[in-house]
C-alpha cells in the first residue's frame, strides 16, 4: 500500500474509532497514539535502525545469541543487620538459584561512617549490611566462593574501599584479583543528582572513580568498575528519556575524566555498565533499553573514537521500580513485578533484580524474596519471551517509541553540553530541576486521577494489617559496636596507623593512584570510618546547593 493510500485508510479508521471512544473519555488522555502505521516509523529524525543482536548500534541486544545462549543474570539484592545475617541470605539465594549477588549496604556504610560513630546511631543494620572492617567481609562471604560467583555492591562514595574488601577477602580464599567477577556501583555523580549519599566534592570523587578503572584494568580485567545507574533518577521522579539521557551524560563525563587522567578509552570502556530502571509501561521500557543501547554505541564510537565494538556495548543490570510499589494491597506488587520482569527481559537485560512485594512496608522476608526469584526463574523457562532475541522488534509502536525516546535523550544530552557537562549541569541544578518537575507532574497526576494506581486512587478496599514483616533488632547496633571494639584490641594497631598515614599522604599528591594504599589499609584491618576519614580530611566533603 502506497504512503498516500495508507494515509488515507489511517484517516477513514481514526474517525470510527474516535466516535467509537467518544464513550470513554478517561482514556482520551493517554500520551500514545491509538494506532502505529509504517508511517510512524519512515523518514523520521531517527529512523529506526535494527540491524541484527550483537551488532552495532545494538538496538537489538548486545549479544548475538542473547537468552538463546544463557539466561540474564537472576542476581537478588539483599542485605541486612549483621554480616552474619546476610550471609545467610546469600547462602538461601545460591541454593535457590540466584546466579549472583548483590549487595545492600546500610546507610552509615554508604557514607562511610563506621557503626560506632554518633552519627550511625539507629542506622546500624536498617537498610542493608553494616560492614565496618575486613573482618565483616569475610563472614559476609563466608562459605562462599568468590572464584564462582558473581557480585555486585550497591556503593558509591566509598566503592573504592568496599572493592579493596572484596579483593581481599578473595585473596584469603586463595581467589587472585584476576578470576573475580562483579560490578561496584561506584557512580558518584547520581548521588549529588537524586540519591545523596555522597562524600568527597565532585573533582576527588572522580579521582577516585578513575583509579578504580586504572588499578582495575591492570589488575581485576573482569571487573565492572562502574555501573552508571539511572535506576535512582527514576525512582526520584524522572521520565524515561530523562532516566537514560542524563545517565548517559554521566556515563560522558566519567568516560572525559579517565581520558583526561590519561586512560585509553579501549582500556575502560569496555568494563563500564549501566544500571536501569523497571517501570510500569511494559512497552516504553523496552524502547527505553532499545534506545539507550543505540545512544550510547554512537557515543562511544562517534564522540569517544572507541575502535574496540565491546567499548560500544551498552550492558546493563536491571531493578523492577521500588517507587511503584504500593503499601496499599501489597499482592499486587506480584503482578507489577513480574510486568517489569517482562519488560527488562524484552528490553534485553544482561542482569536482572526482582523486588519483593512487602517493600514498600519493610526488608523483604524470605517468603516474598522466593516469589520474587520465582517470578525470574517462570519469566525465564515458561513464558517463552527469552525464546526470540529482540521479539517486539518490528512492531510499529516499538519502534516509533524507540525513536521518540532517542529524540529526546538527545535533546537532552544536547542540553547538557551546552551547560558544560553532567558535573556542570549538576552544579547548577539543571539536572535536578529537570528530575523534580517530573515527580512534582507525575504526583498531580496520581492525584487529580489523571494516572490511576490500583488500589491508592481506585479500587481501594479496606485491608487488615499486613503480619510477620520483617524488623532489624535494635539490639544489632550495640551488637555491632562490640564487634568493632574487640576487633580494633586485636588488630596491629602500629600497621593500621602507617598505613593510614601513607594513604594520607598519597591524598596529597594528585598523580597518586590511590587503590593500592587503600587495599594495604584494608589488610591492616583498618575501618572503613578510618579510611574515608583520612580521604575526608585531606579531601573535604561536599555541600548541596542547588542555584537555578
Known amino acids: 500500500m502506497s504512503n498516500e493510500n495508507l494515509k488515507a485508510k489511517l484517516a477513514e479508521f481514526d474517525a470510527k474509532v474516535e466516535k467509537a471512544t467518544a464513550k470513554f473519555p478517561e482514556r482520551k488522555n493517554v500520551p500514545a497514539k491509538r494506532i502505529y502505521t509504517p508511517l510512524d516509523i519512515e523518514n523520521t529524525e531517527y529512523e529506526s535502525e535494527i540491524g541484527f543482536p550483537g551488532s552495532y548500534p545494538f538496538t537489538r541486544g548486545v549479544q548475538p545469541t542473547m537468552y538463546r545462549g544463557r539466561f540474564w543474570t537472576m542476581r537478588m539484592y539483599a542485605g541486612f543487620s549483621t554480616a552474619e545475617e546476610s550471609n545467610k541470605r546469600y547462602r538461601y539465594l545460591i541454593e535457590s538459584g540466584a546466579t549472583g549477588l548483590s549487595c545492600a549496604f546500610d546507610?552509615?556504610?554508604?557514607?562511610?561512617?563506621?557503626?560506632?560513630?554518633?552519627?550511625?546511631?539507629?542506622?546500624?543494620?536498617?537498610?542493608?549490611?553494616?560492614?565496618?572492617?575486613?573482618?565483616?567481609?569475610?563472614?559476609?562471604?563466608d562459605k562462599i566462593d568468590l572464584g564462582k560467583v558473581s557480585t555486585s555492591?550497591?556503593?558509591?562514595?566509598?566503592?573504592?574501599?568496599?572493592?579493596?574488601?572484596?579483593?581481599?577477602?578473595?585473596?584469603?580464599?586463595?581467589?587472585?584479583?584476576?578470576?573475580l567477577k562483579g560490578t561496584i556501583q561506584n557512580d558518584i555523580l547520581k548521588e549529588y543528582a537524586a540519591r545523596g549519599t555522597y562524600i568527597f566534592p565532585p573533582k576527588p570523587s572522580m579521582r577516585l572513580i578513575t583509579n578504580i578503572f586504572e588499578f582495575c584494568s591492570k589488575n581485576v580485567p573482569n571487573w565492572n568498575t562502574i555501573s552508571i545507574s539511572g535506576y535512582h533518577i527514576r525512582e526520584a521522579g524522572s521520565t524515561a528519556s530523562q532516566e537514560i539521557a542524563f545517565t548517559i551524560a554521566d556515563g560522558i563525563a566519567y568516560a572525559e575524566a579517565a581520558i583526561?587522567?590519561?586512560?585509553?578509552?579501549?582500556?575502560?570502556?569496555?568494563?563500564?555498565?549501566?544500571?536501569?530502571?523497571?517501570?510500569?509501561?511494559?512497552?516504553?521500557?523496552?524502547?527505553?533499553?532499545?534506545?539507550?543501547?543505540?545512544?550510547?554505541?554512537?557515543?562511544?564510537?562517534?564522540?569517544?573514537?572507541?575502535?574496540?565494538?565491546?567499548?560500544?556495548?551498552?550492558?546493563?543490570?536491571?531493578?523492577?521500580?521500588?517507587?511503584?510499589?504500593?503499601?496499599?494491597?501489597p499482592n499486587n506488587n506480584i503482578v507489577r513485578v513480574a510486568l517489569q520482569t517482562a519488560a527488562a527481559v524484552m528490553g534485553g537485560t544482561q542482569s536482572l533484580h526482582t523486588n519483593s512485594k512487602d517493600e514498600a512496608l519493610a526488608l523483604p522476608t524470605e517468603e516474598s524474596v522466593m516469589i520474587a526469584l520465582r517470578t525470574q526463574q517462570i519469566v525465564a523457562y515458561e513464558s517463552g519471551l527469552a525464546d526470540v532475541i529482540d521479539p517486539l522488534a518490528g512492531s510499529y509502536y516499538v519502534e516509533a517509541l524507540t525513536n521518540k525516546i532517542e529524540k529526546e535523550a538527545w535533546e537532552y544530552i544536547k542540553k547538557i553540553d551546552e551547560v558544560g557537562?553532567?558535573?556542570?549541569?549538576?552544579?547548577?541544578?539543571?539536572?535536578?530541576?529537570?528530575?523534580?518537575?517530573?515527580?512534582?507532574?507525575?504526583?498531580?497526576?496520581?492525584?487529580?486521577?489523571?494516572?490511576?494506581?490500583?488500589?491508592?486512587?481506585?479500587?481501594?478496599?479496606?485491608?487488615?494489617?499486613?503480619?510477620?514483616?520483617?524488623?532489624?533488632d535494635a539490639a544489632v547496633g550495640e551488637g555491632q559496636k562490640q564487634k568493632l571494639i574487640a576487633m580494633k584490641a586485636k588488630r596491629d594497631n602500629v600497621a593500621v596507623k602507617a598505613s593510614l598515614d601513607s594513604l594520607e599522604k598519597a591524598c596529597q599528591d594528585e598523580q597518586e593512584n590511590l587503590m593500592p594504599y587503600i587495599l594495604t589499609a584494608v589488610k591492616t584491618y583498618a575501618t572503613l570510618g578510618e579510611i574515608c576519614g583520612v580521604m575526608r580530611k585531606v579531601f573535604g566533603?561536599?555541600?548541596?546547593?542547588?542555584?537555578?
Open 107 to 141: 546507610l552509615p556504610t554508604q557514607i562511610g561512617y563506621d557503626s560506632d560513630d554518633d552519627i550511625s546511631t539507629g542506622e546500624v543494620g536498617k537498610v542493608g549490611v553494616a560492614i565496618d572492617s575486613l573482618a565483616d567481609m569475610e563472614v559476609l562471604f
Open 153 to 179: 555492591m550497591t556503593i558509591n562514595a566509598p566503592a573504592s574501599v568496599l572493592l579493596a574488601m572484596y579483593i581481599a577477602v578473595a585473596e584469603k580464599q586463595g581467589v587472585s584479583a584476576d578470576q
Open 260 to 329: 583526561k587522567a590519561g586512560l585509553d578509552v579501549d582500556a575502560f570502556a569496555g568494563r563500564l555498565s549501566f544500571f536501569w530502571n523497571a517501570h510500569n509501561n511494559v512497552l516504553e521500557e523496552v524502547a527505553k533499553f532499545r534506545a539507550s543501547r543505540r545512544v550510547w554505541a554512537k557515543v562511544m564510537k562517534e564522540r569517544f573514537g572507541a575502535k574496540n565494538p565491546k567499548s560500544w556495548m551498552l550492558r546493563v543490570h536491571t531493578q523492577t521500580a521500588g517507587s511503584m510499589l504500593t503499601a496499599q494491597q
Open 421 to 472: 557537562g553532567a558535573v556542570a549541569a549538576i552544579e547548577k541544578g539543571y539536572i535536578q530541576k529537570e528530575i523534580q518537575d517530573s515527580a512534582y507532574q507525575w504526583q498531580m497526576d496520581v492525584e487529580s486521577g489523571a494516572k490511576v494506581i490500583v488500589g491508592v486512587n481506585k479500587f481501594q478496599m479496606e485491608e487488615k494489617p499486613v503480619e510477620g514483616l520483617l524488623r532489624v
Open 541 to 548: 566533603e561536599y555541600e548541596a546547593h542547588v542555584s537555578l
